[in-house]
């Protein structure tokens, strides 16, 4: 096997959770050329690297992975944003992709329910709301653009599929009532980067 482009890089970044997306070049470039031999290397150190459908990448989690409280807050964050795009009538993807947020404008301290549900995860105050947005860049779901300005960048997907995986069960005849005692947090899916 020739030596692979960037192999240190790619490595360093999707060991830490990181999505490879076109946003991340050239790494990006060179393992989506050369995804089958890039993949049987990692394999030897017994890591599975993933090719997502929408074509980007990153490496299957342990199951026992720690980051459980940060994954926790960035799938209530997310949950929050895709119920508000639903509520509102709005195409939920269009509007996750195609525009810029502003922090001080999101909608989650702005409803009671979606306070409540921050506050299970211990987010209180947009400095709260900051925190989860530098950690949807850390692992590549979104792009910080300034201070109070992000979007969101394709590996996203990997959370909107379970935000609305989890809206239809919870909208199914067969879900039913919620059981006694469960919060909104414990039916909240906790993606692993």
């Not at 692979?4 to 989506?32: I, Y």
């Amino acid at each position: 096997m020739t030596e692979l482009p960037h192999l240190r890089e790619v490595f360093d970044r999707l060991r830490r959770g990181h999505h490879l997306s076109p946003e991340d070049e050239p790494m990006f470039s060179a393992v989506a050329a050369r995804h089958d031999e890039y993949a049987s290397w990692f394999r030897q150190l017994g890591i599975t690297l993933v090719r997502h459908p929408r074509d980007f990448f990153y490496f299957e989690p342990d199951a026992g992975e720690g980051e459980r409280e940060t994954l926790s807050r960035i799938a209530v964050f997310s949950f929050i944003l895709v119920d508000h795009a639903a509520n509102e009538g709005r195409p939920i993807e269009e509007y996750i992709f195609g525009q810029h947020f502003l922090i001080s404008r999101l909608p989650h301290l702005a409803l009671d329910r979606y306070v409540g549900l921050l506050r299970q995860v211990d987010v209180e105050e947009v400095s709260g709301l900051r925190q989860v947005v530098r950690n949807l860049e850390r692992f590549g779901f979104a792009k910080v653009l300034g201070e109070d300005e992000f979007q969101f960048l394709r590996p996203f997907h990997r959370l909107l599929d379970k935000c609305l995986e989890l809206a239809a069960q919870a909208s199914s005849p067969a879900a039913g009532a919620a059981k006694a005692g469960e919060t909104a947090a414990d039916r909240t899916p906790t993606p692993a980067p």
